[in-house]
């Protein structure tokens, strides 16, 4: 886990990448109606748009709620660690894919006057998805190569 600002930064910009391509991912391949070669690449015009705005709804507002949350429910003296990675993950996918399918809506989906009924639609077809990526594969992944890299020897 970061251990400082400059840590925060380039851990945040990690998850980020690879929880926004495989989001972007995901939504492209819904639709299209199913996962298609083409969608991989398409996926970097969305991404150059959601990343940046990704990185400061997580950095500022959506990450530091989190971890305020996640220690009011993990108690990291008494709890596994790996309970408060948990509820942090848990919590900012919460916040973050309610968010990003705000953005979305606005930026994609072209809602008209169905704005909240295409939002919520995004954020129900958003979740499973993204919890799922995170716990299980952008989690693990990020923060094993973070930890690589970061490794205090």
Request: hydrophobic fraction near 60%.
């Amino acid at each position: 886990m970061p251990k400082n600002k400059f840590q925060e930064v380039i851990f945040t910009i990690m998850m980020v990448l690879v929880m926004v391509y495989a989001m972007i991912v995901y939504n492209i391949s819904l639709e299209v109606k199913g996962l298609q070669n083409f969608v991989f690449l398409a996926a970097f015009k969305e991404l150059i748009i959601m990343a940046p705005i990704a990185f400061v709804l997580d950095f500022f507002i959506v990450g530091p709620i989190a971890k305020k949350k996640a220690f009011a429910i993990v108690n990291p003296q008494k709890d596994n660690p790996f309970f408060l990675v948990l509820a942090i993950s848990a919590l900012s996918v919460v916040g973050m894919c309610t968010l990003m399918s705000l953005v979305a809506t606005i930026l994609f989906k072209h809602p008209g006057n169905q704005f909240v009924a295409v939002w919520i639609q995004t954020v129900v077809f958003n979740f499973p998805m993204a919890f799922c990526w995170q716990i299980f594969f952008a989690g693990p992944i990020v923060r094993g190569i973070f930890g690589k890299v970061f490794a205090e020897n």
